[in-house]
């Protein structure tokens, strides 16, 4: 995007055309309306970025089909230039030929033509530059068919435009597609604009319209089309006087026939510029993010004090224009609102919108044609006060963050302004804080630019939070992308017809078509393309219902650059979906299923045995949660705040995500039956994100790393990968899969399916049992969890041995409850000093530590029938714990 500078943000509106309300496509879905078409075209021009060209920054969508576009905007155009007291110069007029053919020959090469060129649509910067606006007007229209309006002045309009004549597909006489207008219709326009320019005023302004078209139309059999308009006009002494040069460029433009004129392409290589193109310097489209090679061009100043800026210096000038809209939002910014301001939307009375009505002798009854339906090319500048005001207190060094050192893991932000208060306040709040959001988005904006050198920067800001603006390029960052991702992209064939295609078709119109990007026509396609390319890539996997959704929110976040949603989608399946897509993918399913029914009775017992009782497992409602992880059941605005945690963890926590939002539910599931769990789950009730994320990372902080192994899950990567920080100071482990931990014989072992459903609790690892009791010894290894040093102790672990077995040998601080006499006939715990302690521990980590694994879990099952949470077994037993010596024996009695 192009920094504000000199330029303002301009907003103009209109209307699409309305559809019938009775009418259905060919999938017998309702027709998507033009609006939504008009707004998955104008993403594109988002992309279009040049010097000569107006960026586009935004389309909202109102009532009745209004659609209000947002762009780069200049209060100057050549329209106040062509009066005879402000004549331009020859050489003036060559200047401003040759820039204009820049921006038209870049929109060429993106497929696309201007087709509204005339005066005021040529804006002129502070240095008197050439800025083309409304350049995607023709394009985000299908070509003027999507409106009620045409394209383009008529007094600028080609011949050959002029001669198709206005058409609608709509119209009962309209039976096939007309040809779209191609490169050298802008060519006449730009001549027409020309030729007012050299002579001072407007053409055939004196004229009404049909008589303009008319004339523009007979003068296909004139030779000489520049000297007939100069003597229509009655300058034909001016038009003599013009450089050589000038004129034939005059003549090349305005040629009647288009097989004949040239292109803007052929223009700028044209001997009339001879003496002009070696003042312009061709542009060079920055380097992507993610590309093979990229680098910053960096000018310093002779005089290193010229950085130094005075306080009166216009920081937010130098920030992106999307950047500025954004904040310009945040404070309060409302597009309808300025619109009316200005009168350029009015309300009228209801009685006043009554339709028009013909009887068959061709009488009409009511209202004639609403003309404010038609195209009013009025721009609107947007005030920057109020965003000026509420910045006015951010010190200029907000604007340009120093970094701090990356080795530092406080969760904070690393700006010079003191940002602790808004950190604790809800992250609603903080996304809708202007300040607030200025300095993360300036934060991040640098931090992104230097990826992966700050990769670990990165990750210690997004665990405070991701600004919405920039947070495709923040997940894609989280997610490890890297290299030249466009051309691995470009590199898939994506046309070829696959077995997949009918499924995707059918799957893409259901997903997420509230939101108006992914249901629009171009979504579609992207959505398509994304799919098909991750199919054909992976020919190991299958395509399963469930992965459109997954797909959403990467092709969201990145709608312009299908290569970054495809190459984040390529990243995410594998650590958090590892074998999911098998063609049989029952028995990953099934051992996911199983550690998080293990996972819901660590963490909330009673609700566990409520569960089971009923019959209500998370086979009948868990499966599209984690297939999709949860995309399939939370709206988009909810996967974004669910997902900037859930990149902040490994693996293993979509399983803390889920109980975490059964716990919201606890209170009606313990209420409810077997079929009023169903029916509630059927249509899942309002979830708090924000309370499910905060729960989610309190439950992950409590979970031993073993806890959630799978023998299904992605397989181990050298040390050093992966290696990423945790949730913050108060996080007890880090987020690092236990499959990337060094192997040992202290690691947990694989273990049958059907063993693993046998058990209700989960399995710890004797290496985590070690770090969690903080035993001190010789281990042969190094643990990477981190301990809560301070506080009450976190685990006990409880030796259901005999008596005599527990003295020859026990974990330093156990305590030793014996199986056959810890649990009374009706299964409650027998009251002894042991059972006292255990009961002390309720609510913390118990580890039962056996010979027999079988009476273990048996003894783990009973605790978890008497409400107590956080049991786990140790896995291997106590027989894991001989070889490191940590065993002790009493000292005898004397």
Same mark, same amino acid.
């Given at each position: 995007m192009q920094s504000l500078r000199d330029a303002q943000i301009g907003a103009f509106t209109f209307f699409a055309s309305p559809l019938p309300h009775d009418v259905c496509g060919s999938n017998g879905l309702p027709l998507t309306p033009n609006s939504i078409k008009i707004l998955g075209r104008f993403q594109l021009l988002k992309?279009?970025?040049?010097?000569?060209?107006?960026?586009?920054?935004?389309? *909202?969508?109102?009532?009745?089909?209004?659609?209000?576009?947002?762009?780069? !905007?200049?209060?100057?155009?050549?329209?106040?230039?062509?009066?005879?007291?402000?004549?331009?110069?020859?050489?003036?007029?060559?200047?401003?030929?040759?820039?204009i053919l820049e921006g038209l020959e870049f929109l060429n090469k993106h497929r696309m033509v201007h087709r509204a060129l005339c005066p005021h649509n040529v804006l002129l910067d502070s240095q008197a530059a050439v800025k083309l606006a409304k350049f995607g007007l023709y394009h985000m229209t299908d070509h003027g068919a999507d409106v009620d309006f045409p394209i383009g002045h008529?007094?600028?309009?080609?011949?050959?435009?002029?001669?198709?004549?206005?058409?609608?597909? %709509?119209?009962?006489?309209?039976?096939?597609?007309?040809?779209?207008?191609?490169?050298?219709?802008?060519?006449?326009?730009?001549?027409?604009?020309?030729?007012?320019?050299?002579?001072?005023?407007?053409?055939?302004?004196?004229?009404?319209?049909?008589?303009?078209?008319?004339?523009?139309?007979?003068?296909?059999?004139?030779?000489?089309?520049?000297?007939?308009?100069?003597?229509?006009?009655?300058?034909?002494?001016?038009?003599?006087?013009?450089?050589?040069?000038?004129?034939?460029?005059?003549?090349?433009?305005?040629?009647?026939?288009?097989s004949k004129r040239p292109t803007p392409a052929q223009l700028l290589v044209d001997p009339v510029f001879e003496d002009i193109s070696s003042l312009y310097v061709p542009y060079n489209k920055p380097v992507g993010l993610f590309s093979s090679l990229r680098c910053a061009h960096l000018e310093l100043p002779e005089n290193i004090n010229e950085l130094c800026k005075d306080d009166g210096e216009d920081y937010l000038a130098e920030r992106a224009i999307d950047e500025v809209y954004y904040l310009w939002c945040l404070a309060g910014g409302d597009l309808e609102k300025e619109l009316i301001n200005k009168e350029i939307i009015q309300s009228k009375p209801p009685v006043c919108t009554l339709p028009n009505f013909l009887l068959e002798d061709g009488?009409?009854?009511?209202?004639?044609?609403?003309? %404010?339906?038609?195209?009013?090319?009025?721009?609107?500048?947007?005030?920057?006060?109020?965003?000026?005001?509420?910045?006015?207190?951010?010190?200029?060094?907000?604007?340009?963050?120093?970094?701090?050192?990356?080795?530092?893991?406080?969760?904070?932000?690393?700006?010079?302004?003191?940002?602790?208060?808004?950190?604790?306040?809800?992250?609603?709040?903080?996304?809708?804080?202007?300040?607030?959001?200025?300095?993360?988005?300036?934060?991040?904006?640098?931090?992104?630019?230097?990826?992966?050198?700050?990769?670990?920067?990165?990750?210690?800001?997004?665990?405070?939070?991701?600004?919405?603006?920039?947070?495709?390029?923040?997940?894609?960052?989280?997610?490890?992308?890297?290299?030249?991702?466009?051309?691995?992209?470009?590199?898939?064939?994506?046309?070829?017809?696959?077995?997949?295609d009918r499924q995707i078709e059918v799957d893409i119109p259901r997903c997420h078509q509230y939101d108006e990007l992914l249901s629009s026509p171009q979504g579609h396609v992207k959505f398509r393309r994304v799919l098909k390319a991750w199919v054909v890539s992976h020919p190991d996997l299958v395509y399963w219902q469930g992965l459109d959704s997954l797909c959403a929110p990467f092709l969201y976040l990145n709608f312009n650059n299908e290569a970054l949603a495809y190459a984040c989608m390529?990243?995410?399946?594998?650590?958090?979906?590892?074998?999911?897509?098998?063609?049989?993918?029952? !028995?990953?399913?099934?051992?996911?299923?199983?550690?998080?029914?293990?996972?819901?009775?660590? !963490?909330?017992?009673?609700?566990?045995?409520?569960?089971?009782?009923?019959?209500?497992?998370?086979?009948?409602?868990?499966?599209?949660?984690?297939?999709?992880?949860?995309?399939?059941?939370?709206?988009?605005?909810?996967?974004?705040?669910?997902?900037?945690?859930?990149?902040?963890?490994? *693996? *293993?926590?979509?399983?803390?995500?889920?109980?975490?939002?059964?716990?919201?539910?606890?209170?009606?599931?313990?209420?409810?039956g077997f079929n009023e769990c169903i029916l509630l789950f059927s249509d899942l009730p309002e979830i708090d994100i924000e309370r499910c994320v905060r729960e989610s990372i309190n439950l992950f902080c409590w979970t031993p790393k073993s806890a959630t192994y799978r023998q299904y899950a992605q397989p181990s990567k050298p040390m050093g990968e992966n290696i990423n920080g945790s949730f913050g100071k108060t996080s007890t482990f880090y987020t690092t899969d236990y499959q990337d931990l060094p192997k040992t014989d202290l690691l947990r072992e694989p273990m049958k399916l059907s063993e693993l459903k046998a058990e209700v609790s989960p399995r710890? *690892?004797?290496?985590?049992?070690?770090?969690?009791?903080?035993?001190?010894?010789?281990?042969?290894?190094?643990?990477?969890?981190?301990?809560?040093?301070?506080?009450?102790?976190?685990?006990?672990?409880?030796?259901?041995?005999?008596?005599?077995?527990?003295?020859?040998?026990?974990?330093?601080?156990?305590?030793?409850?014996?199986?056959?006499?810890?649990?009374?006939?009706?299964?409650?715990?027998?009251?002894?000093?042991?059972?006292?302690?255990?009961?002390?521990?309720?609510?913390?980590?118990?580890?039962?530590?056996? !010979?027999?694994?079988?009476?273990?879990?048996?003894?783990?099952?009973?605790?978890?029938?008497?409400?107590?949470?956080?049991?786990?077994?140790?896995?291997?037993?106590?027989?894991?714990?001989?070889?490191?010596?940590?065993?002790?024996?009493?000292?005898?009695?004397?």
């Amino acid at each position: 995007m192009q920094s504000l500078r000199d330029a303002q943000i301009g907003a103009f509106t209109f209307f699409a055309s309305p559809l019938p309300h009775d009418v259905c496509g060919s999938n017998g879905l309702p027709l998507t309306p033009n609006s939504i078409k008009i707004l998955g075209r104008f993403q594109l021009l988002k992309t279009i970025t040049h010097p000569r060209l107006c960026q586009y920054v935004d389309i *909202s969508r109102g009532k009745h089909e209004r659609l209000v576009v947002v762009a780069e !905007h200049y209060e100057s155009s050549l329209k106040d230039f062509r009066k005879p007291s402000k004549p331009f110069s020859p050489e003036k007029v060559m200047q401003i030929a040759y820039q204009i053919l820049e921006g038209l020959e870049f929109l060429n090469k993106h497929r696309m033509v201007h087709r509204a060129l005339c005066p005021h649509n040529v804006l002129l910067d502070s240095q008197a530059a050439v800025k083309l606006a409304k350049f995607g007007l023709y394009h985000m229209t299908d070509h003027g068919a999507d409106v009620d309006f045409p394209i383009g002045h008529p007094t600028y309009l080609a011949p050959e435009v002029i001669a198709q004549g206005s058409f609608h597909h %709509s119209d009962p006489l309209f039976k096939e597609p007309r040809l779209p207008s191609g490169p050298k219709a802008d060519v006449w326009s730009l001549g027409v604009l020309l030729f007012e320019l050299c002579v001072g005023r407007q053409l055939l302004h004196n004229i009404d319209i049909s008589k303009r078209l008319k004339f523009i139309i007979t003068l296909g059999c004139m030779d000489d089309i520049v000297t007939v308009l100069a003597e229509e006009h009655g300058c034909l002494e001016a038009i003599k006087e013009l450089p050589e040069n000038l004129l034939t460029l005059l003549s090349k433009c305005l040629t009647f026939h288009p097989s004949k004129r040239p292109t803007p392409a052929q223009l700028l290589v044209d001997p009339v510029f001879e003496d002009i193109s070696s003042l312009y310097v061709p542009y060079n489209k920055p380097v992507g993010l993610f590309s093979s090679l990229r680098c910053a061009h960096l000018e310093l100043p002779e005089n290193i004090n010229e950085l130094c800026k005075d306080d009166g210096e216009d920081y937010l000038a130098e920030r992106a224009i999307d950047e500025v809209y954004y904040l310009w939002c945040l404070a309060g910014g409302d597009l309808e609102k300025e619109l009316i301001n200005k009168e350029i939307i009015q309300s009228k009375p209801p009685v006043c919108t009554l339709p028009n009505f013909l009887l068959e002798d061709g009488e009409s009854f009511g209202q004639g044609r609403d003309r %404010s339906f038609l195209l009013d090319d009025t721009t609107v500048t947007l005030s920057l006060c109020q965003l000026r005001n509420r910045l006015m207190d951010v010190a200029g060094e907000a604007y340009y963050p120093l970094l701090e050192d990356e080795q530092s893991n406080l969760p904070q932000s690393n700006s010079s302004n003191d940002l602790s208060t808004a950190v604790s306040l809800p992250l609603i709040i903080r996304e809708r804080d202007t300040e607030y959001q200025l300095t993360r988005i300036v934060l991040f904006d640098r931090l992104l630019k230097a990826y992966p050198y700050k990769k670990n920067q990165v990750w210690k800001e997004a665990r405070v939070d991701i600004p919405p603006l920039l947070r495709g390029l923040a997940w894609a960052a989280l997610l490890g992308v890297e290299g030249d991702i466009k051309a691995k992209y470009d590199s898939i064939d994506k046309e070829t017809p696959i077995p997949t295609d009918r499924q995707i078709e059918v799957d893409i119109p259901r997903c997420h078509q509230y939101d108006e990007l992914l249901s629009s026509p171009q979504g579609h396609v992207k959505f398509r393309r994304v799919l098909k390319a991750w199919v054909v890539s992976h020919p190991d996997l299958v395509y399963w219902q469930g992965l459109d959704s997954l797909c959403a929110p990467f092709l969201y976040l990145n709608f312009n650059n299908e290569a970054l949603a495809y190459a984040c989608m390529s990243a995410f399946i594998p650590k958090y979906l590892y074998n999911f897509f098998l063609k049989d993918n029952s !028995h990953v399913i099934q051992e996911y299923l199983t550690v998080f029914s293990q996972m819901i009775a660590f !963490h909330d017992p009673e609700l566990s045995n409520h569960l089971n009782e009923i019959g209500f497992i998370p086979d009948l409602y868990a499966i599209p949660w984690f297939l999709t992880m949860f995309t399939h059941v939370f709206p988009l605005h909810k996967i974004f705040h669910l997902w900037d945690t859930l990149l902040l963890g490994n *693996s *293993s926590f979509p399983f803390c995500i889920g109980v975490a939002i059964l716990q919201q539910l606890r209170d009606r599931l313990l209420a409810n039956g077997f079929n009023e769990c169903i029916l509630l789950f059927s249509d899942l009730p309002e979830i708090d994100i924000e309370r499910c994320v905060r729960e989610s990372i309190n439950l992950f902080c409590w979970t031993p790393k073993s806890a959630t192994y799978r023998q299904y899950a992605q397989p181990s990567k050298p040390m050093g990968e992966n290696i990423n920080g945790s949730f913050g100071k108060t996080s007890t482990f880090y987020t690092t899969d236990y499959q990337d931990l060094p192997k040992t014989d202290l690691l947990r072992e694989p273990m049958k399916l059907s063993e693993l459903k046998a058990e209700v609790s989960p399995r710890i *690892s004797a290496e985590d049992l070690i770090d969690l009791l903080e035993l001190s010894g010789p281990v042969p290894f190094k643990t990477p969890m981190k301990r809560a040093k301070a506080g009450k102790p976190k685990i006990l672990a409880v030796d259901i041995r005999s008596m005599e077995d527990f003295s020859r040998g026990h974990v330093t601080g156990s305590v030793n409850i014996p199986y056959s006499s810890a649990f009374g006939p009706d299964g409650e715990l027998v009251q002894c000093p042991a059972a006292t302690t255990l009961a002390s521990f309720k609510g913390r980590v118990i580890v039962i530590l056996s !010979h027999a694994l079988k009476s273990a879990a048996m003894f783990a099952a009973h605790l978890v029938k008497v409400n107590y949470p956080r049991v786990c077994i140790l896995d291997g037993g106590i027989n894991k714990l001989k070889a490191t010596g940590l065993l002790t024996v009493p000292s005898p009695q004397i």
